[in-house]
């Protein structure tokens, strides 16, 4: 399994600040005689294949949001804001299966202070709307069982306070890298922006602290363990975030 470099606290302190914390019918035949009954018509192939079932779809997401999810995803975690300006969002598993993509654990999250943005940008308090890849994973404790690489040691240190004067001690304990403007394939705690600087980063899950974050996601310290050891690689895992009204669309 790869592992990376561990970075110096400093530039998790950084990373932070800046980023944690998208045909016509044809007529019938006419009879001069009434029929005494009606006979049901007789079942055709087509009529069969019509009345099967569409595959199952993520529960909210509109046609432009299903457009966006790639054609090789077969793990998707679907976080749904409970409005555009709101800090509180419910998270969903989904697993894609035969039958199309079926939905596991569900658990209740925090995102950015002032909600959602489909243009993020760094310091607006807004969590990016969007789909992402999630490739790598770190944190200040030892991998917990994860299959992606995972990054392990001090540059995940994360002092201070939220918003609600709690304490951020253990946030990073645990993290899940967002791709969002960063480049896949490397530690969370990698600085390069594609997108520049100016359209923020750092956007992680994370374990919950009990308030809204800067960007990021966060769950409790259960759930993040159970993340990391649910997503596969292999299965080419994605995030679908945003509030509810975005997400239809």
């Known amino acids: 399994m790869p592992k990376y470099q561990p970075r110096v606290a400093l530039l998790a302190a950084s990373l932070f600040l800046t980023g944690c914390g998208g045909g016509a019918v044809a007529s019938p035949n006419h009879s001069s005689v009434a029929p005494s ?12 294949m019509s009345a099967e079932a569409a595959p199952l779809q993520p529960h909210g997401l ?29 998270v969903v598993l989904y697993e894609l299966g ?22 993020h940008m760094g310091g ?5 709307i969007g789909v992402f890849g ?37 946030s990073f304990d645990y993290v899940v890298a967002i791709n969002y403007n960063r480049r896949p394939g490397t ?12 359209r923020g980063g750092g956007i992680w899950f994370h374990v919950d602290h009990g308030g809204p974050t800067h960007g990021c996601v966060s769950i409790s310290e259960t759930h993040m363990k159970e993340l990391l050891r649910t997503l596969d690689p292999a299965r080419h895992p994605v995030v679908v975030m945003g509030d509810a009204a975005s997400l239809a669309r």
Do not use: M
Request: hydrophobic share 25%; no cysteine; net charge neutral.
């Open 134 to 170: 999630l490739t790598d994973a770190g944190g200040l404790l030892r991998n917990p069982g994860t299959k992606l690489p995972y990054d392990h040691g001090y540059g995940f240190a994360s002092p201070g306070t939220g918003f609600e004067g709690e304490s951020l001690a253990g």
């Open 37 to 48: 009954h009606t006979s049901a018509p007789t079942p055709t192939a087509s009529s069969e």
């Open 98 to 119: 035969e039958t199309g993509w079926q939905p596991g654990a569900t658990w209740q999250a925090h995102n950015a202070l002032k909600g959602w943005s489909d243009h």
């Open 124 to 128: 607006d308090l807004r969590s990016p």
């Open 187 to 198: 530690t969370p705690l990698d600085w390069t922006r594609p997108l520049g600087a100016s």
């Open 62 to 90: 509109g046609p432009k949001t299903l457009a966006q999810i790639p054609s090789d995803a077969r793990q998707l975690v679907l976080v749904t804001g409970h409005g555009k300006n709101s800090p509180r969002s419910t």
